[in-house]
């Protein structure tokens, strides 16, 4: 039994800041009571004045103003809501011509195939080998058809970064609005909403030690969107449901201390990790960019070994990863991200995800590295593909 | 620590039995490819006054079920004769392995599909066979008996998921009852294309789907 666990799965989701925690309870014991008007109780009053700091926290973040914040239940939620929302609200005005790209993540991808069957027209765009759009490709896809154009931040599994500042002028100059999903990129990478031409930005605490179950939608001043979750005016009449405050106090929090020293002791350990499973394990190809990578990912393909068996092995040894093996998913399907970089299968298979966050440290990685050299050696010692 | 299978098949995942290459095997087989993920190859040593299986080892690229049943399935295999071994099931696999999770049951079938193999590879080696078999809606149905339904861990064939079969000309028409937007259709695509497009007159597969 490994005396302690190295959690390296931090894309997924991370553990908590006991800071948060601090952060969120007293609206959990003292001050519980929902958000109402400004004449209703004195409880829901202070309510009210909570929600609405936490919300100007997220818009200082963001660089935007805290009206055009839409608190929801995460990253999924607010995906969904900036494609089916958009959609709906342009529906009959503008074409039925949706534009994303292949290797986003599943609440983007599979909204866009919601909306095919709603008889929308999506494109796909494919990506090149280190993950990146081709701009001119985009442009050429945006036409008088096209209503909204998502395109992540950075990729969930790769880390590669999109330049989406190229993206979005290309986006308004072609008269279609922009989505970007930041689910990986908050507080990790400058998001500007103020300089950059992005329409809607999905935002998430649960990937920088927030708490599960909170996340936002930055929604452009003036940019038309339909509400689909009904009930009562909550999020400016956009969104109903009850206000999730000590959720909004613990994201609000959670931005508040990701730092940039941080952020460079993350690449630290991304980079010590590339660099040295590159070097000491035969046959590796690292997935995604070199240089324009987030700083909590590193994805490497081991080559001739099946993902699961190596995440099990290292499993047994208190590491915790994963991979884009078709046997470790839940649909049997190996990753479409890496499938859409180039590669095939069984690049896919081999390949592991190691995510950062804020409670690993450097001290951890010839732990790894060692795991990985014994891991790989033993599985391709049995197997009948040899060089 | 919780782990997503049971005892056994941790064991028999940590420390194979029975893992390598027979230089001078009398059967051999690979199946599967690195394209589907898995891939077993089985070799066999045989007393050919009996046909009994004096050695069996294997070779696995492939996930912990199909490392565990590559393990087993020649545990169960040595000392058997050829007519016995054929009959070992991927669900007798299963149980001397205290059970697979009903997802994994696809990677089971793998290791039992190369024991038999390597068996039919003797078999046609020593003469025990005197003619190809043609294709027909018959075998193509037998072979997909070895595809999985994710969900239920039944074969395709008796789970019904098989609407119909055609053979015409090398070219096989095979239609699966499930709608073409199903979690595991394209698993199940792979799968079947696998076990048909590898028979030795067969010239192009044709897997159709319900339109969504």
Redesign the interface.
């Known amino acids: ?1 490994p005396d302690r666990t190295i959690y390296m799965d931090n894309a997924a989701s991370t553990r908590l800041d006991e800071r948060v925690l601090e952060a969120m309870k007293p609206y959990y014991f003292d001050s519980y009571a929902v958000a109402t008007s400004e004449f209703g109780h004195s409880m829901g009053i202070e309510a009210k004045e909570t929600l609405e700091a936490a919300r100007a926290k997220l818009a200082e973040a963001l660089k935007a103003s805290p009206e055009e914040v839409l608190l929801t239940s995460g990253d999924t939620e607010s995906s969904n809501l900036a494609l089916k929302g958009v959609t709906n609200a342009l529906a009959g005005k503008k074409g039925k011509h949706i534009v994303v790209s292949k290797i986003e993540d599943f609440p983007v991808l599979n909204s866009a195939k919601a909306l095919e ?1 709603l008889g929308y027209k999506a494109t796909y765009l494919g990506v090149d080998k280190e993950g990146f759009l081709d701009l001119a490709e985009l442009e050429r896809s945006i036409t008088k058809e096209t209503v909204l154009v998502s395109i992540q931040h950075a990729n969930q599994e790769i880390g590669t970064v999109q330049d989406i500042e190229a993206i979005g002028r290309i986006c308004h100059d072609r008269g279609a609005l922009f989505h970007t999903d930041a689910t990986h990129t908050l507080t990790r990478i400058p998001l500007d909403m103020g300089r950059m031409a992005v329409d809607l930005a999905t935002i998430t605490a649960h990937t920088i030690h927030g708490p599960k179950g909170i996340g936002a939608l930055y929604v452009r001043k003036g940019t038309p969107l339909m509400k689909w979750m009904d009930g009562g005016f909550q999020e400016f009449n956009l969104r109903a449901g009850l206000e999730n405050i000590p959720g909004a106090m613990g994201f609000a929090k959670a931005i508040e201390l990701v730092t940039e020293e941080e952020n460079e002791r993350l690449r630290a350990i991304r980079d010590s990790l590339i660099d040295s499973l590159l070097k000491q394990v035969p046959r590796t190809t690292l997935n995604g960019s070199r240089t324009r990578r987030i700083p909590q990912n590193a994805n490497i393909t081991f080559h ?3 993902g ?2 190596i995440t ?1 092995h290292l ?2 040894r208190g590491i915790e990863v994963s991979t884009g ?4 998913s ?5 990753s479409h991200v890496i499938m859409g970089i180039g590669g ?3 690049r896919a ?1 081999g390949s592991i995800r190691y995510s950062l966050g804020r409670f690993n440290d450097i001290s951890e990685v010839p732990e790894v590295v060692k795991a990985m050299t014994d891991i790989i050696g033993k599985l391709r ?5 040899k060089d | 620590m919780k782990f997503p299978y049971g005892e056994k098949v941790l064991e028999h995942f940590k420390n194979p039995q029975n893992v390598g290459k027979i230089e001078d095997a009398d059967g051999k087989a690979i199946v599967g490819s690195p394209a589907c993920g898995d891939m077993v190859a089985v070799y066999l040593k045989i007393d050919p006054n009996e046909n009994r299986i004096v050695d069996a080892k294997f070779e696995s690229y492939g996930c912990a079920s199909n490392i565990a049943t590559g393990s087993i399935i020649t545990e169960l295999a040595k000392g058997k004769t050829i007519e016995e071994a054929k009959k070992i099931s991927w669900q007798q696999a299963s149980e001397a392995l205290g059970g697979l999770p009903k997802i994994k049951a696809h990677c089971s079938v793998l290791a039992v599909e190369g024991l038999r193999e390597a068996i039919t590879n003797y078999e046609e080696k020593h003469g025990l066979i005197k003619e190809r078999e043609p294709t027909t809606a018959e075998v193509v149905k037998r072979r997909l008996k070895n595809v999985m339904n994710p969900l239920t861990g039944l074969d395709i064939v008796r789970g019904n998921l098989i609407k119909e079969v055609k053979v015409e000309e090398g070219v096989v028409k095979i239609s699966v009852d499930l709608p073409e937007s199903h979690i595991f259709a394209s698993n199940i695509k792979e799968e079947v294309n696998e076990r048909i497009e590898t028979l030795w007159d067969v010239k192009k597969v044709e897997i159709s789907f319900n339109p969504a």
């Open positions: 039994m069957r001739r070994v099946e699961e068996s099990l499993d047994m093996s078709a046997c470790f839940r649909s049997l399907e190996a095939d299968h069984e298979h010692s049995i197997s009948p593909l």
